[in-house]
């Protein structure tokens, strides 16, 4: 089993920043990608951007290129979104998970674990 769970949200001003943390523990050694997903009242959730366990592969989103980051530290098990020049259109419910198997791939069906999600609001 792995638990994750996210931080970080909050409410900004357009063209502000957020980081998100997505902290895990338990079973972590078979976490091979750990993606952000978001899902804005009354649409479904989608992709944001994924990062494999090993220095290497990360994927975004197309709407979410250049303005968003996603990182590891290994040594605290940690994922991290670092997220500027937010803008509306970017509020959202904010999920990481994981996935037991290589590659990134863009469906929920995918992936393993979820967090409970951190909402970001993001006013014009």
């Known amino acids: 089993q792995v638990q994750l769970v996210e931080s970080g949200g909050g409410s900004v001003q357009a063209g502000g920043s957020l980081r998100l943390s997505c902290a895990a523990s338990?079973?972590?050694?078979?976490?091979?990608?750990t993606a952000w997903f978001r899902q804005a009242p009354g649409k479904e959730r989608e992709f944001v951007a994924a990062?494999?366990?090993?220095?290497?592969?990360?994927d975004y989103a197309n709407s979410v290129k250049g303005r968003f980051t996603v990182s590891r530290d290994n040594a605290k098990s940690t994922v991290y979104l670092q997220m500027n020049s937010l803008k509306p259109e970017d509020t959202a419910v904010y999920y990481c998970a994981t996935r037991s198997v290589p590659g990134v791939v863009y469906t929920t069906m995918a992936y393993n674990y979820w967090g409970q999600g951190t909402q970001v609001t993001v006013s014009s």
């Open positions: 338990g079973r972590t050694s078979t976490n091979y990608v």
């Open positions: 990062i494999s366990r090993s220095i290497g592969p990360t």
